[in-house]
């Protein structure tokens, strides 16, 4: 009977989005600024709103500002994977809109592969000490858990499945033998296929085709929720080897 309490107690932690109320508080705040920032922007520019709905007006509009536009875009895809602050998908949804699904893949992918350079760099110039103060215990110690010989498959895995904390793990990644070039390799390849998908569902909004963009976007959400739910049988597949 403890065994089983003590399991449902772990499970119940493992879910547990913030870890102290404090934490919670902090977030809520936050949450109710940018809501009021957001209302009280779109009153002021109300007018000026449409051309978010019109898709043609807006590529035209962002291609006005000529290079800048996709080096914007480069360096938040970036930074979110170093200081994640939103979703590296929701970027691609807004690229593949913005910049159509080719494009919008591939200004991502720079990003995201120089977000994930800076990770990998990060993690073997500062060291362990460093990745425990800014990767989730919980994180870690999965990655811990992995056999050493197992660790390329692991972050593969990662990058590959929507819903696995793969920002998080360039950190973990970057405390590993395994050498840089492959590191990067391993981020390419396997965030490639989830960030087309993700410019796929924005270009084909941007194009008018709404609903094949709700059945696509809704077919990845589900695949990260199963990606996300499956964690720790997908991490479990490889500790202790």
Same mark, same amino acid.
């Given at each position: 009977?403890?065994?089983?309490?003590?399991?449902?107690?772990?499970?119940?932690?493992?879910?547990?989005?913030?870890?102290?109320?404090?934490?919670?508080?902090?977030?809520?705040?936050?949450?109710?600024?940018?809501?009021?920032?957001?209302?009280?922007?779109?009153?002021?520019?109300?007018?000026?709103?449409?051309?978010?709905?019109?898709?043609?007006?807006?590529?035209?509009?962002?291609?006005?500002?000529?290079?800048?536009?996709?080096?914007?875009?480069?360096?938040?895809?970036?930074?979110?994977? !170093?200081?994640?602050?939103? &979703? +590296?998908? @929701? #970027? *691609?949804? %807004?690229? =593949?809109? /913005?910049? $159509?699904?080719?494009?919008?893949?591939?200004?991502?992918?720079?990003?995201?592969?120089?977000?994930?350079?800076?990770?990998?760099?990060?993690?073997?110039?500062?060291?362990?000490?460093?990745?425990?103060?800014?990767?989730?215990?919980?994180?870690?110690?999965?990655?811990?858990?992995?056999?050493?010989?197992?660790?390329?498959?692991?972050?593969?895995?990662?990058?590959?499945?929507?819903?696995?904390?793969?920002?998080?793990?360039?950190?973990?990644?970057?405390?590993?033998?395994?050498?840089?070039?492959?590191?990067?390799?391993?981020? !390419?390849?396997?965030?490639? &296929? +989830?960030? @087309? #998908? *993700?410019? %796929?569902? =924005?270009? /084909?909004? $941007?194009?008018?085709?709404?609903?094949?963009?709700?059945?696509?976007?809704?077919?990845?959400?589900?695949?990260?929720?199963?990606?996300?739910?499956?964690?720790?049988?997908?991490?479990?597949?490889?500790?202790?080897?």
């Amino acid at each position: 009977m403890g065994t089983r309490l003590e399991r449902l107690r772990s499970r119940v932690e493992d879910l547990r989005v913030f870890e102290s109320p404090r934490q919670r508080r902090r977030v809520v705040l936050h949450l109710a600024v940018a809501a009021v920032l957001l209302g009280g922007g779109a009153l002021l520019l109300r007018d000026r709103l449409a051309v978010l709905t019109d898709a043609p007006a807006l590529r035209a509009f962002v291609a006005g500002y000529g290079i800048w536009a996709p080096a914007v875009l480069v360096v938040l895809q970036a930074a979110q994977v !170093v200081l994640a602050p939103v &979703p +590296g998908q @929701l #970027l *691609a949804v %807004a690229a =593949g809109y /913005l910049f $159509g699904v080719w494009w919008g893949t591939l200004y991502n992918m720079v990003g995201v592969t120089l977000g994930s350079i800076a990770a990998f760099w990060l993690s073997r110039q500062f060291g362990r000490a460093y990745v425990e103060r800014v990767v989730h215990e919980d994180a870690l110690a999965r990655f811990d858990a992995v056999g050493e010989e197992y660790a390329r498959s692991v972050l593969f895995v990662c990058f590959l499945v929507p819903g696995l904390p793969d920002d998080v793990l360039c950190f973990a990644g970057g405390l590993t033998r395994i050498p840089l070039y492959q590191l990067v390799g391993l981020a !390419v390849v396997g965030r490639l &296929p +989830g960030f @087309l #998908l *993700a410019n %796929a569902v =924005g270009d /084909l909004a $941007g194009t008018g085709q709404v609903g094949t963009a709700a059945v696509l976007a809704a077919l990845v959400l589900a695949a990260s929720v199963l990606g996300y739910l499956n964690r720790d049988r997908l991490f479990g597949l490889f500790e202790g080897a």
